[in-house]
């Protein structure tokens, strides 16, 4: 499985401006986003205090990945990392010094 790293910023646009409401639009997000946990698609999940962004460790297919995403559209957008474990990067520069 790959690992990305996803990070995630609301729309403000497209987020309501009573509290109310927006408390209820947030926290339907968060069940999906534990839903997303417990499969396994996204093993850590972060928010930084008072921005409305964050940050996610996903794992899984490339299709996976983005259909995850696209669940949480248009209210929250993406800036998405494929990372490289130690071992994955270890396994390149040897055979980079190889070559």
Known sequence: MEKYLLIWEMDWSRIPVDPKERAAATLKMLN???????????????????EGKGYAIGEGTHAQINMTMQKYMP?????????????????????????
């Open 75 to 99: 209210f929250v957008m993406f800036k998405l990392y494929p990372v490289s474990t130690v071992a994955q990067t270890e396994e390149v520069m040897k055979a980079v010094a190889l070559s």
């Open 32 to 50: 999906m986003t534990k839903q997303d946990m417990e499969k396994g698609l996204i093993l850590d999940w972060g928010a930084f205090l008072g």
